[in-house]
């Protein structure tokens, strides 16, 4: 039985291969896309959305537009590695597929109260977190949040803080501490899922044309992280949470205490992991420690094989 999924993201980059992934793999069936601000805003990601369905050929999905500012604050963008469309690279006509929902956050809790769903979130968790204090009732009806955010080491925008935690860390903190199963993938695992030359190539040549906007999007993609930190090539982020339920075995996990820092002068946005108990605390997360980085991108690039033959949606 595929896992009925609800997909939370910014698209940005790495968002739009999670897109992909969790639209093709027979493990997940997904169940509606949602946006968020993050790496661009509202209206830009979600425009984005729109436009992998599009070149991907993903029908059939609702689109919901959620939050357009975290719980607290303006909120960040991430304009420097995304660009100014959060989707810089592939030449993108306007946006076709329809959105579903403006009101994402309700639309969101009358699709679980149809049917429990599992939530994999890719940007900042503020519709997570919206969902659960606007619409109490529907924490039962979440089988588990998998979400791509903060680390076991350091950050990316600040040395402590990853982008996601950070853009929102209240909204992180709430639903790490809502009692519904929470599984993090953070920057020490998804680091390690390297778009290198090798990979490049193998989805260059699948040959469609999805696989050449792939192509150009990673190409981007990796031009900003080479500029910013000096990567050799771009990690994908955002697949790794989907990962998680499209083939468990990839992804390795293990059980402890995970706690926000709201407050810290230079730890704002921390994710605090406890994997040695030090301090004690009862264990309430499942967090990412390894990743069979060859079987994750076998993944990927067969999730792009299959949409490939899809008939686009433009």
């Not at 089988?143 to 982008?163: K, L």
């Not at 605390?281 to 980085?293: E, I, K, Q, S, T």
């Amino acid at each position: 039985m595929a896992t009925p999924i609800i997909l939370d993201c910014d698209p940005g980059h790495d968002d739009a291969l999670a897109m992909m992934l969790a639209a093709a793999h027979p493990a997940t069936e997904l169940r509606a896309i949602s946006t968020v601000a993050g790496n661009q805003t509202l209206d830009k990601t979600t425009a984005n959305a729109r436009r992998i369905c599009d070149v991907a050929g993903i029908s059939g999905v609702p689109i919901l537009a959620g939050r357009a500012r975290p719980l607290r604050g303006t909120g960040i963008v991430a304009a420097d590695v995304h660009g100014e469309s959060g989707l810089d690279g592939p030449a993108f006509g306007p946006p076709v597929t329809p959105v579903a929902s403006t009101d994402g956050i309700a639309a969101l809790a009358g699709l679980l109260r149809e049917a429990p769903a599992t939530i994999v979130a890719t940007g900042p968790l503020t519709n997570v977190a919206a969902l659960l204090l606007a619409f109490p009732d529907v924490a039962s009806r979440i089988e588990r949040v998998v979400f791509m955010g903060g680390s076991t080491g350091q950050g990316n925008v600040t040395p402590c803080a990853e982008f996601n935690v950070f853009a929102d860390p209240e909204a992180a903190d709430i639903v790490v501490h809502s009692g519904i199963p929470v599984t993090m993938c953070g920057l020490n695992v998804t680091h390690q899922a390297l778009a290198d030359d090798e990979v490049i190539a193998r989805i260059a040549a699948i040959g469609s044309p999805l696989a050449r906007v792939c192509v150009d999007l990673l190409g981007f993609f990796a031009s900003t992280y080479r500029q910013i930190w000096g990567f050799p090539a771009p990690p994908l982020h955002d697949p790794v949470a989907v990962a998680v339920l499209a083939e468990p075995g990839v992804v390795t996990t293990t059980r402890t205490r995970l706690d926000i820092e709201l407050t810290g002068t230079f730890t704002r946005g921390a994710t605090v992991v406890d994997l040695y108990d030090r301090t004690g605390r009862a264990p309430n997360a499942d967090v990412a420690v390894g990743l069979d980085v060859a079987g994750f991108w076998d993944l990927v690039v067969s999730a792009i094989e299959a949409l490939s033959w899809r008939r686009p949606s433009y």
